[in-house]
């Protein structure tokens, strides 16, 4: 799950990393309470809070020199759309607008910490570069861009942070704060289950002090059982409403641009409906898996999220009956296929438990349900049903 920077930065103060001081409005009437709690006369930082990176090349992010001037970005960011390689050509709307007091900045550099899933270790990974083209620093002076092992409980060692510090060219009381800043942040990362949290801008200001002026948090969404804080950051508005309806009913969907709508149980096994769709000549509109314990409701919820896309002429259900039989899964084809007044062909490949049972209750429904032999006859009869 995405955070909004201020969330993030939320998350910097509980482990006492140095962030300027910010507030966040979502209407312009609370805009005068907001400059009164920060103190703010006439110069500010306003930034959209959108799930997504290059709000600065968007136009999202302005540095405002005068009280009018805080006033008429404020109009003009807040409830603007992002429309980016990020948020896609749908974009993204910026519900809330945080307001930050100014740094003066003398130098910026780039610290995060990730899973490095080929060395199967967390790692930190810093850069004496920071700012908005970290990515084209990474990519044309990778010599400028290190990562350091960081061990499960978060730690990093001695050795590493010397290193660190040499890199990004820190001494003194400098050094200091940023070992500390790196170690706060590996705890942090550990501590939150995040899969991504990045300081991008981290700088140093003329007193040689370094702050984090943005940040970036991701967390594994299987740990916000134990994430309370966090999974009260979940913002609905930054998904696309389809994905938003699904997650309600804890359905994995994500929209493509195909034709060929596809609900399927089992992450592994959508992926490889998707690729046979593919192979025989057709394109899927969706990925949608409704889980392993697929209920009637969850089958209906699936059924709507797909008919919502209108470039959607025909549906593929693969289903492996499993913890979910397959006679319960037809009676919920079934009921959700009429809930839903299904016009589009509707082609059922269902295989495992009690599979010829299912097969005789979509057979008998009366319903104009195509069955499918297998797979890849189930791919053919979708791609035939199309043309």
Partial sequence: MDTHEHQAKIILREFNIPVPDFTVISHLAELPGALMTLEIE?????????????????????????????????????????????????????????????????????????????????????????????????????????????????????????????????TGKTAEQGKYIAQKLAKAFVSTDASLLEINPLVKDKEGNLIALDAK?????????????????????????????????????????????????????????????????GTPANFLDVGGGASAEKVAEGFKIILADKNVKAIFVNIFGGIMNCETLAAGIISAAAQEQITVPLIVRMEGTNVIQGKKLLKESGMKITIAEDLADGAKKAVEAIK
């Fill in 42 to 170: 006439d110069s500010a930082v306003l930034k959209v809070q959108v799930h997504a990176g290059g709000r600065g090349k968007a136009g999202g992010v302005k540095l405002a020199r005068s009280r009018q001037e805080i006033e008429d970005y404020s109009k003009q960011l807040l409830g603007m759309k992002i429309v980016n390689n990020q948020t896609g050509k749908q974009g993204v709307v910026s519900n809330t607008l945080m307001i930050s007091t100014l740094v003066d900045v003398e130098k910026e550099y780039y610290l995060a910490v990730i899973i490095d899933r080929q060395r199967a270790q967390i790692r930190l990974i810093a850069s004496p570069e920071g700012g908005m083209d970290i990515e084209e620093v990474a990519e044309k002076s990778p010599e400028k861009v290190r990562s350091f092992p960081v061990d499960n409980e978060g730690r990093i060692k001695g050795h590493h942070l010397l290193l660190l510090c040499k890199l990004m060219g820190w």
């Fill in 217 to 281: 948090l991701s967390i594994d969404e299987n740990a916000l059982y134990r994430q309370k804080l966090i999974a009260d950051f979940y913002d609905a508005t930054q998904l696309p409403p389809a994905e938003a309806a699904a997650k309600q009913f804890d359905l994995a969907y994500v929209a493509l641009e195909g034709n060929i709508g596809c609900m399927v149980n089992g992450a592994g096994l959508a992926m490889a409906t998707m690729d046979i769709i593919h192979l025989y000549g």
